[in-house]
């Protein structure tokens, strides 16, 4: 009878073990500790107190106004941008999937926002964004749109959209990517077919393109989706939360519980929560997404 591990099997297993070993270190264990701190009430100005609370902390986010204001914003962020970063990214993909003079010196430009650090951006927002000296009033004072200088950050009404603007920035261009590659790889059969069908250019965009598109989209939603919920970089660095409660997100609210207010194990509980909604969210984009036609 064959032996069940053979030599290269014990090999394979020797050679990954230092590897696993890491990655149990700095992965999974994390993983597994915080979740096993979100039972206890651990708040470090009472370090010899930490009882056992079984869900109580996952239970009393539910009746914390708070979180449900980071929630509706956190919400409000992510539908706006990822919105509009798959429109934006669709057009600049249909534009880039065309063969004209400078295609490739465009290309390369949008790769620009990409590789900016999200730290390095988040500042550079800020400075675009400063009431006394930004860019960007300076451009609308010049062009006789606002008659006096603005304290953009400071409008309850329009910081989650002007934050949202950042990160729509910073984030299209590997969406655009991600769309392109599917447009390369829809044939050009089907497009003939279509024009012998006499398909418009309307028609064989909503019944060819976009059908073919669905694995780029399924990857650009899961992605920004994902990316928009956690995010904390630009309202850390615009912002800090405010003004008021205006960009209390939920990764801001995480932050703000488990590091300022020092209680760990209700921090520890809503961050779970977040990964539960996030995996829920992508177990749907892929269920809908990812369904064949």
């Keep these: 009878m064959r032996r ?3 030599y290269e099997e014990r090999s394979a297993a020797l050679f990954l073990a230092p590897v696993m070993a890491v990655l149990m270190g700095v992965a999974v264990f994390p993983i597994l500790y915080s979740l096993y701190l979100s039972f206890f009430r ?6 010899n107190r930490t009882p056992f609370v079984w869900f109580d902390n996952y239970t009393d986010l539910f009746t914390n106004d708070l979180f449900w204001v980071s929630v509706a914003r956190t919400v409000t962020f992510s539908v706006v941008s990822v919105s509009a970063i798959a429109v934006i990214a669709l057009l600049v993909a249909l534009l880039l999937n065309q063969d004209f003079r400078g295609r490739r010196i465009l290309s390369t430009i949008l790769l620009v926002p990409w590789a900016i650090p999200y730290v390095a951006n988040a500042l550079m927002w800020k400075w675009i964004y400063d009431s006394g000296y930004g860019a960007l009033n300076g451009i609308l004072y010049q ?3 606002i008659d006096k200088y603005m304290i953009w950050l400071g409008d309850q009404e329009k910081t989650i959209f002007l934050i949202a603007n950042a990160f729509v920035w910073k984030e299209v261009p590997l969406a655009t990517i991600l769309l392109l590659v599917s447009l390369k790889s829809i044939p050009s059969d089907l ?3 279509a024009r012998v069908d006499g398909a418009s250019v309307w028609q064989r965009f909503v019944h060819v393109t976009l059908p ?3 694995p780029g989209f399924m990857l650009v ?3 920004e989706t994902m990316m928009a919920i956690r995010h904390f970089d630009l309202f850390f660095i615009l912002t800090e ?3 008021g409660d205006a960009s209390h997100v939920l990764s801001w609210h995480i932050y703000v519980e488990t590091f300022r207010n020092l209680s760990f ?3 520890a509980a809503m961050s779970y929560v977040l990964a539960l909604v996030t995996f829920a969210l992508s177990y749907t984009f892929i269920r809908t997404l990812g369904r064949k036609v």
């Design 265 to 267: 194990g209700s921090g």
């Design 212 to 214: 073919a598109m669905k």
């Design 42 to 47: 651990i708040k470090l100005t009472r370090p």
């Design 221 to 223: 939603m899961i992605y």
């Design 241 to 243: 939360g405010g003004p």
């Design 143 to 145: 062009m006789d749109f």
């Design 4 to 6: 069940l591990f053979g």
């Design 191 to 193: 497009y003939q077919a």
